[in-house]
Every structure is written in structure tokens, then in C-alpha cells.
């Protein structure tokens, strides 16, 4: 319930700094993320997960968060990146997405920023698939691009969308 | 009964006194903007609701002055009156009137004598358009005229029944507490608050939570000798507890609030189907989680809707099977360990066994082999299938064969089992055992493939070790073990849930959980079982759902998220009820033919006898698979090799050739009373297969070959087998006689394949066809019989014509021919007479088709038979 808490404490100050443009970011398989800061709820450092069994290949299993259940989504297979985490003991970002909680598993996890909407670009047309249904969009950062993620669409995982089967 | 009047009386009461509250304030509403339709309808509805439970409690007088109050608000609704003042003072009075009563009703648990008759007649008038009586005298007459105050109950009790009596004092006790008079009003609402379910339930969730954190701290100093925090740990941990008990009791509710319906129910079905019902309700007060209360009282009403219907015969029938006519139905509830157990009893008829049977047949849920298999009990579990009612009648009240798998799906669902035991002719008895909470479940927690899984204990039975004494055994993959001599299905749970491992296969020792679903029982085997604890359920993720094997999720006491197993759903992914998916198979050969693919799966029994290719029978026609030590084979005088099996000699007959194994692999088939081992070489596999069987290709005792796992597989003949060991045995027992020869045409291989070993081994010799057009053939090319068994649905020329055909003309015209078939009405068996049939006997029948052919092919028969075409 405490994270409920924050949320709200979060929505009344939130108005003055225009959070619709503030994310976290994050990375995963070194591609530099962000996420909406509006629906993050906690970000756990090395979590216990337990497996699930049969579950598709991209939910990496589920994760105790103060006596709630969350159900843990490998972002690395989610958005089609392959290869093994390069860091054994991943980060834990947990979402809410339809009144359901979620917990993106990514690499590291960085700053939170503000962005102008002027750095603001739309996804490039040649992203490869997976990546393109997740990511709304891209800023220009110094150096490096930082890739939007929708968080409705990545925990959007049905039975049979499974992208990548057992590793 | 007293008690559960005071019940629903206090009920009553407080929910009234809440519905007057808002009745005055919608009232006044309505005074002041007459045209409001919505306060009007408000206002009516509430009246509706006091006048209808009045009236259901036998409470007259109030009903009356609810009654003529809600015609004049339905009036007023409908638009016909406009509310003035005065007619709303009127309705006023009657509110403050019913509030009198009610309050009298609180003291005395019984309406106070009064006269309402000029207040009724006041809202009468106003209905009538009269100049409404309302001068401020005769409101004040009315407003004061009962003016029996409630009577002090301690001192003034109006002689009532001795029950009533307890209560009054019971309640007097609760009134000299608050002596005030005025304060009756209140004295009952004060002892009962209503709580939305929704705050119940976020404390149960919380609760949960500290439960769960408790476990974890305890779980933390256990591992600290001599900590400080021991002490309050203890303390706290017993409060948690304490709490814990106490919100699952603001939860739980008496299983009476789901039967109060009952009684009604009870009455207008015995008023609509003319019986005399008694109703007998026991334990009522037993209390349960008001969350499964609301899941099981749907399925409770069916229940006894369908008792009343079925079990209990009229007065007649009752009469005249010598039982008292008024039938009873009795509903009982009691706490059995951590589950509620609900029994729904009726002195009726009992269920059908042969009914049951017809129609599990001819609706495809099983076959005649796996019905001869089956033990009554489950014979009549089998009423919970879906589409399964033996009624005759589809009546308004039941017999659509929907309901009792609706009901057996709702009780399973919420981790429970339905059960019945049954007597023909002296009644039914459905057991429900439920657990009386959901939200918090004992569970054993075991571990397979490296993980932790919960096994709600309601289906677990028993906790077997299988080692050195009683070993895993395997039916070629399958592994299954000997338990108290019946063999258990075994599902390994890591090789199940894919987590691999499938190296500690070879162990010895495994643990194997023996669980309950339904009526199959099965071991799940894991690696290692811990202790049982209580969990708290938490359901799925939605994008977990679709797991069935896993019925929820919980946190343990050391903070790790583990899945809880659903036996159903592992039930159903291991495909543990082989014996009804081969049901299905079976069915599907029987409609499409031979040469068909039947295009649905059907279990085989692969074994290996006399040769290196693989053998196969249909798994339904198997009723045992035995392995038996060689030695306990023994020999007739005659030679014959015998089994000294459940207290009878099992005749064997030789198939397999390999005798250098200590232990012999053997079939068991059975066919009526009569069985016969098949002795083979190995056992290989069961495989469930899409078949095409080649007929007629195969030597003697093949019914023809199949390509099955890609290989070229004889299909084994049991018709040939068992009569070979007729042959060697019945035969000899009884006087050899000349062997009389049946034709059987039946298009259904599947079931010819089950006539044609019946028929053998009762001692004729039989020919089997596939339809019509191949029996005229054997006409014309002059084969004889003696008697003609014959289908009547059949594609192509049916039962019918051949009849006419076989009558009208050839060698076969004064032969006794026997009609099989599931449709056994009146003007089938007319129409069956008129072709020519001589006898007709219902498809599954077995006794009586022996019988028929015994009677018509002997001389009596005969006689009757020639009579007949005379």
C-alpha cells in the first residue's frame, strides 16, 4: 500500500514539472530505455524470482513486492534483444498496468530525466519488429538515443504471443 | 426453528429500521418536488421490499399496512395520484405506524395486537379519490390510536410456545441491559452493524499480509537463539493469529442464510408436481466464508430442485412400493476438519443404475467395456457428465442435462468434491465437502525440477514413499504404481511442468502424493515433500491464466513466491482419465466405420508376443494388465495352462513365445463373467493414436494390421482369443455341443468387435459383416445360419429393409432375426415387427440378447418363432 502512497504524493506535486515528459531510464542488452516515471512503482535491486513453469518464454517468473505478487517479464526477450542478461542479478522495475502490477527485469537502471518535447522523434521506420510494437518513441540525448517504451503494450502478453521460446 | 425465526426476525428488523430511515427521508423529498418519478419509484420499491419479507415472515399486521401504503406509492408512481400534502402525512402514519409494530416485534418476537383498520382505510381513501380523512383530529386519532405501547417483556409475556419463551428471555436480557423503552428501536441494530463486504475483504487482505509477515519474522528468529524479540515475537504472533480468526469469523456466515430460500423452493415444486415433500434442514447454524456461501448457492438450489424432482416419487409410486407418501428431503451440514460437509438426502427412488448406464452409452461418455469395469459408485458419478439426465421427461423444474456437471464444475472450482451415494428404491444422498474458506487453504508444499509448489491438502489422500518395496513401475513410459494392489496412474510433476531433470527418473525412492479428482485418483510424484502450512491465495496474474495446472499463487513464511498446484488441471494435462478419452475414441470408430480414419485418437496397448513387431489391442477391451511370476502359472490336467486369480482360475491361452523372463506379462480381458488371461512377451507402450486398421489382412487371431508410431502393427483379434480359450476351457467344462452359427451384421467395428467375443464364447460360431449388402451376398452364395443378429441404424440399406429383404424371400425366411438397437420406443419396435424382426433387444444389453438367441434357437423358441410368421 505504501506504493500507493507515493503514487498520489507523486500526482500532487506532479503537476508543476510536466511528468508526461519525465521517464526513467533504463538499460537493457545496452540499449538505453525509459519509461513513463507516472507508472513506476518500485525498482527492487536483485529481487528473488521464482520460476514459473509452462508460463511463455518472456515472463521470467514472479517476485514477492511487500506480500503482493508481481509477475516478472524479461524486457531483454520481451522486445526481442536475445542473448542472456550480461548482469546476473537484474534490477527489478515494477510497473502497473491495468490495475495489474508488473516487473520489468532490465540491466541497470539510471536517471530519472526531463525532456523537452523538442528532442522528440518518431520511431524510425526500419526498427526491427519487436522493438517497434514497444517503443512510442525517440529522443536525441547527448550521444546516445534514448528509446520510449510503452509499459500497456509490453505487459500486454497473451498465451500464444510468446516471441522467443526457451533459451 | 424458534432459533432461525429469531434469526431472520433480527435480520428483518435490522434492514427494515434501514429501509424506514431512507423511506422517511425519500418521503420528504417527494413532499417538496411531487413530480420527482425517481424518489416515487425509490419509495415504492422500499415499501415493496417490507411488505414482501412481512409477508414471508407471517408477519400480518404489518404486511397489511405495508400493503395498503404501497398501493397508494404504486398509484402514485404510475402517475394515476398526485401526492399532496395531506396523502403524504397518511403514508407518514404508516411508516410511524409499521415502525410500532416493528418495535413491539423487537421486545415480544411477535406483533403487538393492535387495529390499523382506520389507517388502512385512511390510504384506502386516498386510492379511492376521496377527499382524504385528514382533518387534525382524526391524524392525531390515527397517528395515536395503537396505542398499546410494547409491552415490557420481562414482566408481560404472552404465553407462547415454550422455544419462543427461551427467546424472549434471551432477548430480555439484551433489553435490561438498555431499560429505556424508547431505546427498542435501536437495542437490535445496536448489536449488528453492517459492513460493506468490500471493507471485510480488504481486512482479510491485510490479515493475510500480516500472517504472511509474521510467518517471515518467525521464520528470521528462528534462526537467532536467545534474541530479545523472541518474547514479543511470540506475543505478536499469537495476536496475528487471534486476528486472523476473528476476521475470518466477521466473514463467515451461517450456511442457513443459503437455505432460507429452500423452503419456498421446496413447497411450490411439490405444489407444481403434485408430491408431498418434507423438508428436513439439520445443522443450518454451521458456519462458512460468506465468499463460498454466495459460490455454492446456486449449485445448493439445483440440488434440491433436482431431488424433489427425481429422487422423490409421487404419492402413488410412493404408496405403492410400500413408503410413506409424503417423501423427505433432508439437508444437513456439519464441520468435518477444516471443510463443511452438505448432504442433501431424499427417501426417493434412488438413481436408475440401468438407466444410467443406457445413457452413458448412448451418449458417448463410455463404452460397454469400460461400463463392465466400472464400479457402481462410479457408475453413478457418472451423473455429473456434462449433458447427462436420465430423466425421461424434460420438465420445467429439471431433466435438461444441463445442471449437475454445471454443479459438480461451480463445487470443483472452489476446491470442493461432489459425491453420491445411492440405494435404488430407498433414496439418494449427494455429499458436498467444501473448504469452509477459500482465501486461506492448508496446503502440502513438495518440490520438483529444483522448485517449490503448494497441493491444496483438500485433494490430497495420502503421502506414499515408493522405494525398495513398492517401486515405480513403468507400462513402457508410463509410470504407475501397485497400491494396495490397484494400480495408480503416476504423473511425474517436473517432467509435467517441463522443468526437465528427467535424469533422477532412474531413482528409487520418490515421493508420490496421491490425489483425488473426482472419482480418479492418481499420484503426483516429487522429489521432495515439506511440511503442510497455511497459505493465502492469491490469484493469477492475468497473463498466467491460461495455466491450468495452477490454480494460484502464494508467499511463503520465508518471503518466496510459490505456484499452487491444481490438481483438476493437472488432472487434465496428464490426461489421468485415460478411460474417458478413450470413450470418445471409441465413439468416434463407431460412427465413422472401419476403413475410416476415425480422425480422433483412440489408446492402444502395445506388447510384443511371439515376434519382434509390435502387437495392439484397443486399451478399452484390456480390463487388467497384469505381471505375474512366472511360477504362479500352473497347468490343468488337460494341459492348460491356468491362473489362480482373484479367488477364480484364470483360463490362459498363449500368445508369447518368450518364457526367460522370471515374470510374465499377461491381458486380462472379461467378458461377463468370464475372463482369460492373454499371456504376451512385453508390454511396450499405451499410445493414443489416430488408427486405420486394414481388416482381413492378418492371419487367425489378428483383426488386421495398423500403422501405429510409424510402425506396421498387427491389430490382435480379442474375439479369436477369448474363444480360443473358451475353446479350452468353457467348453470343456460344459457339454460340447454342435456349434450353432449366428450371422451379425453391425457396421460398427468397434462394437462388433465387443458382440463377436460375447457370442464366441457363449459357443456359436460367428459371422460377422458389415452391413446388408455383404449379408445377401453370403444369401446368395447359399451360406446358412441359424439366427440373425443385426443392427438397425446402419449407412445404406438399414435394419428395416434388410428385415423385409431377409423375409420377402431365400434360404433365410423362417430364420429368427434380433434387432439390436439404443432405440428401444414403442413404434420402433412396431415398425420393427411389421419388418419382420423377431425379437428386439437394446444395443447394450448383453443378458438379454444371450437370452434371446438361447430362447429362439431352442425348440420352444422355434415354435413361438414359426406361430408367429404362420
Known sequence: MKSQANVIERDRSGKTVREEDTFVTLTVADMLCGIPVLSVQDVLIAPAIAKIPLAPGEISGSLNLRGRIVTAIDLRRRIGLGGEATNIKQTSIVVESRGEFYSLMVDTVGDVLTLGKDKCEALPSTLPAPLRTFATSVYQLDGVLLSILDVSALTAITAGSATVGEA | ?870
Open chain 2, 1 to 870: 426453528m424458534g432459533r432461525d425465526m429469531d434469526d431472520l426476525i433480527a435480520d428483518f428488523l435490522v434492514e427494515t429500521n434501514e429501509n424506514l430511515g431512507a423511506l422517511d427521508e425519500a418521503i420528504l423529498k417527494l413532499e417538496q418536488d411531487p413530480a420527482d418519478a425517481q424518489t416515487v419509484s425509490l419509495i415504492f420499491r422500499l415499501m415493496h421490499t417490507i411488505k414482501g419479507t412481512c409477508g414471508f415472515l407471517g408477519l400480518q399486521r404489518l404486511e397489511a399496512v405495508a400493503h395498503a401504503a404501497e398501493n397508494v406509492l404504486g398509484k402514485c408512481r404510475d402517475g394515476v395520484l398526485v401526492p399532496t400534502p395531506e396523502s403524504i402525512t397518511t403514508i407518514l402514519a404508516a411508516i410511524d405506524r409499521i415502525r410500532l409494530i416493528l418495535s413491539g416485534l423487537e421486545t415480544t418476537q411477535s406483533e403487538p395486537s393492535g387495529d390499523d383498520g382506520q389507517l388502512i382505510a385512511a390510504l384506502d381513501a386516498i386510492i379511492a379519490g376521496d377527499p382524504p380523512p385528514a382533518t387534525e383530529a382524526e391524524l392525531e386519532e390515527i397517528f395515536n390510536a395503537p396505542a398499546e405501547p410494547a409491552p415490557n417483556p420481562a414482566l408481560e409475556t404472552p404465553a407462547p410456545a415454550p422455544v419462543e419463551a427461551e427467546i424472549v428471555a434471551h432477548k430480555a436480557t439484551a433489553v435490561a441491559a438498555a431499560p429505556e423503552a424508547d431505546q427498542h428501536a435501536s437495542s437490535v441494530a445496536g448489536q449488528t452493524i453492517r459492513v460493506g463486504v468490500e471493507v471485510l475483504e480488504n481486512l482479510m487482505t491485510l490479515v493475510s499480509e500480516l500472517v504472511l509477515s509474521r510467518n517471515q519474522l518467525l521464520q528470521l528468529s528462528r534462526s537467532v537463539e536467545d534474541s530479545p524479540f523472541n518474547v514479543p515475537l511470540q506475543r505478536l504472533s499469537h495476536i496475528t493469529s487471534d486476528l486472523q480468526e476473528g476476521v475470518m469469523k466477521a466473514r463467515m456466515q451461517p450456511i442457513g442464510h443459503a437455505w432460507n430460500k429452500v423452503p419456498r423452493l421446496v413447497r411450490d415444486l411439490a405444489r407444481d408436481l403434485n408430491k408431498k415433500i418434507e423438508l428436513v434442514m439439520l445443522g443450518a447454524e454451521t458456519e462458512l466464508d460468506r465468499q463460498v456461501l454466495e459460490l455454492i448457492k446456486d449449485p445448493l438450489t439445483h440440488m434440491v430442485r433436482n431431488s424433489a424432482d427425481h429422487g422423490i416419487e409421487d404419492p402413488m409410486t410412493r404408496r405403492a412400493a410400500g413408503k410413506p407418501e409424503t417423501g423427505r428431503l433432508t439437508l444437513n451440514a456439519y464441520h468435518e476438519g477444516g471443510h463443511i460437509i452438505i448432504e442433501i438426502a431424499d427417501d426417493g427412488r434412488g438413481l436408475p443404475m440401468d438407466k444410467i448406464r443406457a445413457k452413458a452409452i448412448s451418449s458417448g461418455v463410455c463404452t460397454e467395456a469400460e461400463l463392465a469395469q466400472m464400479p457402481d459408485s462410479q457408475i453413478r458419478n457418472l451423473v455429473f457428465h456434462a449433458g447427462f439426465s436420465t430423466a425421461e421427461k424434460v420438465t420445467a423444474v429439471s431433466g435438461r442435462g444441463v445442471g449437475m456437471d454445471v454443479v459438480r464444475t461451480n463445487i470443483e472450482r472452489i476446491g470442493g468434491t461432489i459425491d453420491v451415494q445411492s440405494t435404488e428404491g430407498q433414496g439418494s444422498t449427494f455429499s458436498i465437502k467444501i473448504p469452509i474458506t477459500l482465501a486461506i487453504v492448508s496446503a502440502l508444499v513438495v518440490a520438483a525440477g529444483g522448485e517449490r509448489f503448494a497441493i491444496p491438502q483438500i485433494s490430497v489422500v495420502e503421502l506414499v514413499r515408493a522405494g525398495v518395496d513398492a517401486p515405480i513401475e513403468r507400462i513402457s513410459r508410463t509410470p504407475v504404481l501397485r497400491l494396495r494392489n490397484r494400480l495408480l496412474p503416476l504423473v511425474r510433476l517436473s517432467e509435467l511442468l517441463g522443468l526437465g531433470e528427467s535424469d533422477n527418473t532412474g531413482r528409487e525412492s520418490d515421493y508420490v502424493v496421491v490425489t483425488q479428482v473426482g472419482a480418479n485418483t492418481f499420484g503426483i510424484i516429487v522429489d521432495r515433500v515439506f511440511d503442510t502450512e497455511d497459505i493465502v491465495v492469491k490469484p493469477l496474474a492475468p497473463i498466467l491464466r491460461h495455466l491450468s495446472v495452477f490454480s494460484g499463487n502464494t508467499i511463503l513464511g520465508d518471503g518466496s513466491v510459490i505456484m499452487i498446484l491444481d490438481p483438476n488441471g493437472i488432472a487434465r494435462a496428464a490426461d489421468v482419465s485415460l478411460g474417458r478419452e478413450s470413450a470418445t475414441a471409441g465413439k468416434d470408430i463407431e460412427q465413422s466405420g472401419v476403413h475410416a480414419t476415425t480422425g480422433e485418437k483412440v489408446a492402444l496397448l502395445l506388447f510384443r508376443a511371439g515376434g519382434a513387431e509390435p502387437k495392439a489391442v484397443p486399451l478399452t477391451l484390456v480390463s487388467r494388465i497384469e505381471d505375474m511370476p512366472r511360477e504362479s502359472i500352473e497347468h490343468t490336467s488337460a494341459g492348460d495352462e491356468v491362473l489362480q486369480y482373484r479367488d477364480h482360475l484364470l483360463p490362459l491361452v498363449r500368445m508369447g513365445v518368450d518364457t526367460s523372463s522370471p515374470r510374465q506379462p499377461i491381458l486380462v480381458f472379461t467378458d461377463g463373467d468370464c475372463a482369460m488371461g492373454l499371456l504376451v512377451d512385453e508390454i511396450i507402450d499405451i499410445v493414443e493414436d489416430v488408427i486405420k486398421i486394414e481388416l482381413g489382412k492378418g492371419q487367425d487371431g489378428t483383426l488386421g494390421s495398423a500403422v501405429i508410431n510409424g510402425k506396421a502393427t498387427d491389430v490382435i483379434d480379442t474375439a479369436y482369443w477369448l474363444s480360443r480359450a473358451s475353446d479350452n476351457w468353457f467348453t470343456k467344462q460344459a457339454q460340447k455341443v454342435d456349434k450353432r452359427r449366428l450371422l451379425v451384421v453391425e457396421d460398427s467395428a468397434f462394437f462388433s468387435q465387443m458382440l463377436v467375443p460375447v457370442l464366441s464364447s457363449a459357443g456359436y460360431e460367428v459371422t460377422a459383416v458389415l452391413n446388408p449388402a455383404e449379408a445377401l451376398r453370403l444369401r446368395e452364395a447359399g451360406s446358412m445360419f441359424d439366427a440373425i443378429v443385426t443392427d438397425i441404424e446402419m449407412p445404406g440399406m438399414d435394419g428395416f429393409t434388410f428385415a423385409k429383404e431377409i423375409r420377402r424371400d431365400g434360404i433365410w425366411m423362417d430364420l429368427p432375426v434380433i434387432a439390436l438397437s439404443s432405440l428401444a420406443e414403442p413404434e420402433h419396435l412396431e415398425r420393427g415387427r411389421q419388418a419382420g424382426f423377431t425379437e428386439h433387444v437394446q444395443k447394450m444389453d448383453r443378458e438379454g440378447l444371450m437370452q434371446a438367441i438361447a430362447f429362439r434357437l431352442s425348440p420352444a423358441g422355434a415354435l413361438v418363432h414359426e406361430g408367429a410368421t404362420a
